[in-house]
């Protein structure tokens, strides 16, 4: 999902899937100089996209910690956002919450057979979220996962539909209830960390039953 971002504009990049970082993380990331990390940034917060804030810890100056503007998170689309908030309003003024609900789990159904397609294939747990990642990072949602000692991590670092889930919900409930039955009846997930919640990223913890 990078490739919608301009070359000049890759910090945007770094700073949205790691979350604020210092000067010297962003450069290293970029693999060029202090120097011409500094320019960039400085380019781009002319442009409202990225600000900077001083962070005290503990003695010593504080340290300056660039993160994403509001506009800048905006350089990361949301799917038809507005035009999807009017339809579910629509729909719940006009047709009620149970005619939403449908819509939502008939989109649900819709995802589930596309994930179970292109996992089906897979004979372990990792196999999965490797296909699920893929699919959802093609989808928009700048997945990604890892492995540690407590199983497995599913990332998702922007959420394409966060407009049209601030309005329902239910939406972000379906996404939880599809991974499960994607990942079956041997893995446990659990989401850990949410976009509607205040975190800066959506995670899911996924770990073989029995080993949590």
């Not at 770094?14 to 993380?25: A, D, E, S, W, Y």
């Not at 407590?150 to 996404?175: D, N, R, T, W």
């Not at 893995?187 to 949590?212: F, M, N, T």
Request: net charge negative; charged share 25%.
């Amino acid at each position: 999902m990078n490739n919608i971002l301009q070359e000049n504009e890759r910090a945007l990049w770094i700073l949205k899937t790691r979350g604020p970082q210092p000067l010297t993380v962003v450069a290293e990331a970029l693999n060029i100089t202090v120097e011409g990390a500094r320019f960039q940034l400085l380019k781009l917060s002319s442009e409202g996209l990225v600000e900077a804030s001083n962070v005290s810890k503990g003695r010593g100056r504080p340290q300056q910690i660039w993160s994403l503007t509001q506009k800048g998170n905006s350089r990361f689309p949301d799917s038809h956002a507005e035009l999807t908030v009017r339809l579910i309003n629509t729909i719940r003024d006009t047709l009620g919450p149970e005619a939403l609900q449908a819509v939502i789990n008939n989109s649900k159904k819709a995802g589930l057979d596309k994930y179970l397609q292109v996992t089906g294939s897979e004979s372990t747990l990792e196999g999965k979220i490797n296909k699920l990642a893929e699919t959802r990072d093609a989808e928009g949602y700048m997945a990604t996962w890892e492995k540690d000692e407590e199983g497995y991590m599913l990332i998702e670092h922007h959420c394409p539909i966060c407009v049209a889930a601030e309005v329902c919900q239910g939406f972000c409930s379906a996404e939880l209830e599809t991974f499960r039955e994607v990942m079956g009846e041997g893995a446990e997930v659990k989401r850990v960390d949410h976009l509607l919640s205040g975190a800066r990223r959506c995670a899911y913890r996924i770990s073989p039953k029995g080993e949590q």
